[in-house]
């Protein structure tokens, strides 16, 4: 028998449904039913052992409550357990431990079904400002994030105990410092320092000693519920590495499509600038795509040929995706 009462767990279920529209990246917000305290939040809900035989049943279940939604391609991504991402400083409720999808799907002709439930989809560099450098590097990492963080790293010189790497070295890392390259597929590592920094307004919320010592917060992106923005964070993550090695990213274009199309939904999701005789010499190369001998003028400029995706190249090679290079 057992001294103290167990603790109890919550397994709950969320998911990071990505689109692209207009050339942007937007991300499934959840209707009202998520909402509290005006915090937007990504889909989710508890896994009920009685209803839902899987927890990927028990996701496509919370989503299309919340958002009316019925999502296609779906992957689990990481589990999230620790205690101060989902709860206030003091709650003694459940320990929710969270498993995060990431979805991908296109944005409905008719948006009535997310209208009726408060569902929208938004922006998700709304979220990430810093991670957009299709036009240029963005202004908030040099007039705010990089002061900031140059100052809380200098205040430890020494790697802390758990990390082999000092706080300066890190940034160097992540942000693309002192000759390093920015790595595109750092963002969960990126929002990760800024966090432990006391930076986001998730910090504060948490309890975080860093955050609670600052007199004000700077406004980097709008905060989401619980650990969502962590969540949002690795499926960005996630999806520009696949698109490497994955053709993930025609999950996200219609049947038929142009090169500029592709590119640009590429862009959208890698948060880069790619030159548009290499990105199209990559594509060819690497036989993703096939003519359908059709032509669009759609861009009222001149005829551009019409492709779709050759489904047979998955059963060609084992890791069929865009190799993309340096930056354009």
Known sequence: MHDKPQPLIEIGLTA???????????????????????????????????????FEIGLRAWVEAQTGLRVGYVEQLYT???????????????????????????????????????????????????EDWRGARPRILDETILPLLEEWAGHSEQAEPGRPLSRRARLRLCFG??????????????????YEAGLVEEARRDGREAALARASLPKLGQPLRFDHRRILATAIARLRAKLKYRP????????????TALQRTVEAISGRHLHKQNFRRLVESAA????????STATGGRPAAVYRFRREVSEERPAPGLRLGGRG
């Open 80 to 130: 999230f357990g620790d205690r101060g991402r989902h709860s206030r400083p003091g709650d003694t409720g459940p320990h929710v431990v969270s498993i995060g999808y990431l979805a991908l799907t296109r944005v409905p002709d008719k948006a009535d079904t997310l209208e009726a439930t408060g569902a929208a989809f938004e922006r998700w560099y709304r979220f990430f400002p810093w």
């Open 288 to 295: 993703l795509v096939e003519p359908t001998g059709a032509t």
């Open 16 to 54: 990071a449904i990505v689109a692209v529209e207009g050339d942007e990246p937007h991300i499934l917000i959840a209707g009202d039913s998520a909402r509290q305290d005006g915090q937007p939040a990504l889909p989710y809900g508890p896994f009920d052992p009685l209803a839902h035989r899987t």
């Open 177 to 194: 410092l002192g000759g390093s390259p920015w790595d595109e597929e750092k963002v969960l590592e990126r929002y990760e320092l800024l």
């Open 248 to 259: 993930v990213v025609f999950e996200l274009m219609p049947e038929e499509f142009t090169l």
